[in-house]
């Protein structure tokens, strides 16, 4: 996932342009014993690495990607760079409870240029259903994984560098454990759980995260109150929304029933964490719409393509590159947006 050394010196630096003082580079990370066994591409010279107080406020939009294989093998973001004419930002990638911290993955991440997302998923994975109560919400918020919880704090901590970590994201929704309809989990156990784990986090010292709310559209779950599942701004620093283009023709369709009820919770910036359209006529229209819309609202800080298709771990054939026409869509859109600029 990393750009030719020309690219990167016309590109990268949209994303890190100044050095923390004190704070070195990333390291060429020779160690990937405990990694996926892909051949991973580094560069010679890894790129200066911006402090959390430089990401917080960006000049510009970001411009992330969700990938299959990201951010072990550098071939698909080199292609989503190479396709879209812009290289991303923003990589994220998704880590189960059952899996401890990698500092290689936000080396890597660094080394292609881009600032870590990492979806931290309190489970034990997909094929354990729906509920899972070993991982309620309620377990969490009693302390009863804090041995985990403080071993990857400190990982993070250890590692320097900013991580922006999306904690248990679509919590609103009714389809993963962590919400307060599956898991025996009750009203009001989702902000117990979160402050608990923020918590932790302060205690060991790892406050080199962005911490980032995340629920989904309200499209499929307009009775549930996000007011009653945010944290409060001393627990968040962005508040991200998952949204796909599914029924909708526009962008502002999708988006903006959601973003008013926001508006009137928090003013934290928002970055759009997850988002795409699904096949059909409506494809590529809705990505050039999206473009639009995102450079009309400067409230939105940037968004994450779900570059994934249904072999690649998407419900439906997500990719911008899937036909010529949404190819082009959003190239032309992207080119039009103001990026993340060196401060």
């Not at 931290?120 to 309620?138: D, I, T, V």
């Not at 302060?202 to 007011?227: E, K």
Request: charged share 20%; aromatic share 12%; with cysteine.
């Amino acid at each position: 996932m990393l750009v030719h050394a020309v690219l990167l010196g016309c590109l990268v630096y949209s994303v890190v342009a100044v050095v923390t003082p004190g704070l070195p580079a990333p390291p060429i990370v020779t160690n990937l014993r405990d990694e996926p066994a892909q051949r991973v591409a580094l560069t010679p010279t890894p790129p200066p690495v911006p402090s959390k107080r430089q990401l917080l406020h960006p000049a510009g939009k970001h411009f992330g990607v969700s990938t299959y294989k990201a951010p072990w093998s550098s071939a698909e973001v080199d292609q989503v760079a190479r396709l879209s004419g812009v290289h991303p930002t923003l990589i994220e990638y998704f880590v189960k409870w059952t899996e401890p911290f990698r500092p290689a993955a936000v080396s890597l991440c660094y080394n292609q240029g881009a600032v870590p997302v990492l979806s931290w998923e309190p489970w034990a994975g997909p094929e354990r259903g729906l509920n899972q109560p070993a991982y309620s919400l309620a377990r969490i918020a009693a302390g009863q994984y804090d041995g985990y919880i403080q071993r990857f704090a400190r990982g993070v901590r250890a590692q320097r560098w900013p991580v922006v970590l999306r904690f248990a994201h679509e919590m609103n929704g009714y389809w993963y454990p962590w919400s307060e309809q599956r898991s025996g989990n009750r009203q009001g156990d989702y902000v117990r759980a979160w402050r608990h784990v923020h918590a932790v986090f302060d205690r060991v010292g790892a406050t080199n995260v962005i911490w980032v709310w995340s629920p989904n559209i309200i499209r499929a779950v307009p009775g549930v109150s996000l007011q009653a599942l945010y944290p409060g701004d001393r627990y968040v620093d962005w508040v991200g929304v998952v949204g796909y283009g599914v029924r909708e023709s526009t962008a502002a369709a999708t988006f903006d029933p959601t973003l008013a009820i926001l508006q009137r919770i928090t003013r934290r910036p928002v970055l759009i964490t997850e988002t795409a359209a699904q096949p059909g006529a409506s494809k590529a229209l809705w990505t050039a719409n999206f473009f639009r819309w995102l450079n009309s609202h400067h409230d939105v800080i940037g968004f994450i393509w779900f570059e994934r298709d249904k072999a690649t771990g998407g419900r439906t054939d997500w990719r911008f590159t899937a036909d010529s026409q949404t190819l082009r869509a959003f190239r032309s859109g992207i080119a039009r947006t103001k990026l993340v600029r060196p401060a």
